[in-house]
């Protein structure tokens, strides 16, 4: 019985860390899937009109280049896709100091107190 509990904690958190890490990245993940799925699609229509028009010799319609060209679609839409979450990443972290001395520099900027808009009069 402590086992299979353990077994569900396990799970659970396992679980709970692989969305936590995907959520942030979800909406390019989805992106970057339905291109290479697109580029997937496309090549596997090319392949069968290929091999509806059988009686016209294959050379003349680059079947082997056809290949090279869908692998290296989607080798480019993955390198596309890290970079571009490498420099958001980068943009991330320079602009998080950026904003921490906005507001270290607003707080000295406040006044402690509206003593200095009274005359010396309004003091007595």
């Known amino acids: 019985m402590l086992s299979s509990i353990a077994k ?7 679980i709970g860390k692989l969305w ?18 697109l580029i997937i699609y496309v090549h596997g229509e090319y392949l069968a009109f290929i091999e509806i028009s059988q009686s016209v010799n294959s050379q003349e319609y680059f079947l082997g280049t056809s290949f090279l060209l869908k692998n290296g ?25 950026k904003i921490a001395q906005k507001t270290e520099k607003e707080k000295s900027e406040k006044a402690e ?7 010396e009069d309004e003091f007595k």
Do not use: M
């Not at 936590?20 to 799925?37: A, E, R």
């Open 113 to 119: 107190n509206l003593d200095f808009l009274l005359d």
């Open 8 to 14: 569900f904690l396990t799970k659970q958190f396992l």
């Open 73 to 97: 679609l989607i080798l480019l839409a993955i390198i596309i896709y890290l970079s571009f979450v490498i420099l958001v990443k980068r943009t991330h972290t320079i602009e998080k100091p």
């Open 20 to 37: 936590l890490w995907i959520k942030p990245k979800i909406h390019g993940l989805l992106i970057l899937t339905l291109i290479i799925f």
